[in-house]
């Protein structure tokens, strides 16, 4: 058995008010294996957005460690967080902040908002399998919702992370093109044996794209359950017609509720 | 349009009339408040009491002077104190302290340190406007977005890079906020120093050369002129502000 790629250990985080104390996670213990997909779902304040921050040592447990393997170190991590609204630097234009992540600005500048050759035929290769334009002179605020988030989609991929965590990563994107959007990151997750860490309130897509779902508890904090996907990879259309979607599907909306 | 140029008119004329209503009615006495017609003749005098502009340059000069002075130093002792590890608590505090002494309180001992002079004035003004704007980079770099923090950590943004693209855009907003107060607060100062400390030049000897002599039409004139600086100062930085930060409101 190889060493896992992040060892989670007992991590409980509160967060305090004057009214009251709230377990965000309580005693959260998880192994999370190079290459796996797992998607946590959970009602709003279940602790899925604080466990992702935590993992990604942005937010700290009051209790409990987080351990990532050597290997990862070495790796960029690409990480969209739920906040898509301030998740960009508004006062930079969108080739700024698209040369902010590893690999896709020009090197050897410590301010510079060219993106490399390799960079810019990434990029447009993005928006061309995603069908979307973006002008790179624009700033974040112009953009609508939907923009940003892919935007910061085509940022954090366009870094071939080897660990990619998406918080409600298309909570903002209209309908059809998030179902087109899915199906592509179920292909790009499997073709890139990319370990993928995603967080959503759209429990098909949680089956989908994900070997496990674990379904966080409200009120107590814990992990109430943990639902294996028996789908095959890669996944395609066709997927969801597959009975064993549907009762994924079904298993994770009676446990939630 | 044309109904606001016509509300502009009736409210200057409406406050004219109350003006010289108060006068007229001997409500109050025109050694406390001249005819606005006065003023308006006077205003020329102000600037030629020196031959010159010389009395409203040495005013705009020396405030510019300490803004100009107080705005890297208070940055600098602002992003110094939030980055400073353990100091941050106890220099916040003593930052507190400083800013709650009256400036003028202090005159005394600047004029021990720096002697009369110009020095004295625009140290005093620098002083005062650099700890507002230092407050000003703290409040703003305390109020940085926790999502982009994180985005930025998960970048690998780190050191100086972090400054300048994410740090000081973030405190941007607050500190033009502080920079408008600091500006006031150098010219509230330079004028009262001019008054209180021997010069020769400046709109605050001016005004007190004015009382002595009781020329109130003159001295109405000084303050109006006075005022019209520190207007014209915030007019400036306020147009700045909306070109340099351009997302403010807009996120």
Redesign the interface.
């Known amino acids: 058995m190889p060493e896992p790629l992040i060892t989670i250990k007992d991590v409980s985080k509160v967060y305090r008010n004057q009214r009251e104390d709230r377990n965000v996670l309580a005693g959260v213990s998880l192994e999370i294996n190079a290459g796996e997909r797992i998607a946590f779902v959970g009602p709003n304040g279940s602790g899925k957005t604080t466990l992702l921050?935590i993992l990604?040592?942005?937010?700290t447990a009051d209790r409990g460690t987080v351990s990532l393997s050597a290997a990862l170190k070495e790796h960029?991590?690409?990480?969209v967080?739920q906040?898509y609204?301030?998740?960009l630097?508004?006062?930079?234009r969108l080739r700024a902040n698209l040369s902010?992540?590893?690999g896709v600005g020009k090197q050897g500048y410590?301010?510079c908002d060219e993106l490399s050759q390799q960079g810019m035929e990434s990029f447009r290769r993005f928006c061309e399998v995603f069908r979307i334009s973006l002008d790179l002179e624009k700033?974040?605020?112009q953009l609508s919702g939907g923009e940003q988030q892919m935007l910061l989609l085509i940022r954090a991929l366009i870094q071939q992370p080897k660990l990619l965590?998406l918080d409600e990563p298309l909570s903002a994107v209209d309908f059809a093109r998030r179902r087109y959007i899915q199906r592509l990151l179920a292909d790009l997750v499997y073709s890139t044996h990319c370990t993928l860490l995603f967080a959503s309130h759209d429990f098909e897509e949680a089956v989908m794209l994900s070997d496990r779902v674990i379904v966080l508890c409200n009120d107590s904090g814990a992990i109430k359950r943990t639902i294996e996907v028996k789908l095959d990879w890669p996944r395609t259309a066709e997927v969801k017609d597959d009975p064993r979607f549907g009762a994924a599907v079904d298993e994770i909306i009676s446990t939630v509720l | 349009m044309k109904r606001s140029i016509s509300t502009w008119i009736l409210f200057f004329f409406l406050t004219m009339m109350v003006w010289e209503g108060a006068l007229a009615l001997k409500i109050v006495s025109p050694a406390a408040l001249a005819h606005p017609g006065e003023v308006v003749r006077a205003l020329p005098k102000v600037f030629s009491v020196a031959g010159n502009l010389a009395d409203v340059w040495s005013t705009i000069s020396r405030s510019i002077c300490a803004f100009v002075i107080s705005v890297p130093f208070g940055m600098g002792a602002g992003f110094m104190i939030f980055f400073g590890g353990g100091v941050r608590r106890p220099a916040e505090f003593l930052l507190d302290f400083l800013r709650s002494i009256p400036a003028t309180a202090l005159v005394p001992l600047f004029l021990i340190i720096f002697g009369i002079g110009d020095t004295t004035k625009i140290a005093l003004a620098a002083f005062s406007s650099s700890l507002v704007i230092c407050l000003s980079v703290l409040t703003g770099l305390h109020g940085r977005?926790a999502?982009?923090?994180?985005?930025a950590?998960?970048?690998?943004?780190t050191g100086?890079?972090r400054i300048?693209?994410?740090d000081l855009?973030e405190a941007?907003p607050h500190l033009f906020l502080g920079m408008r107060t600091g500006i006031s607060l150098s010219l509230i100062l330079v004028v009262v120093s001019e008054m209180l400390i021997g010069s020769n030049r400046g709109l605050g000897k001016v005004i007190a050369d004015m009382r002595y002599t009781d020329d109130t039409p003159r001295l109405y004139a000084a303050i109006v002129v006075a005022g019209t600086i520190g207007f014209l100062f915030n007019i400036i930085l306020a147009l700045s502000e909306k070109t340099l930060i351009?997302?403010r409101g807009?996120?």
């Open positions: 921050r990604l040592g942005i937010d960029t991590i690409g990480y967080p906040d609204r301030n998740a630097f508004p006062w930079l902010l992540a590893h410590l301010f700033y974040p605020y965590v | 977005s999502t982009r923090l994180g985005v950590r998960t970048l690998g943004l100086l890079k300048v693209l994410l855009p941007a351009h997302w807009r996120q």
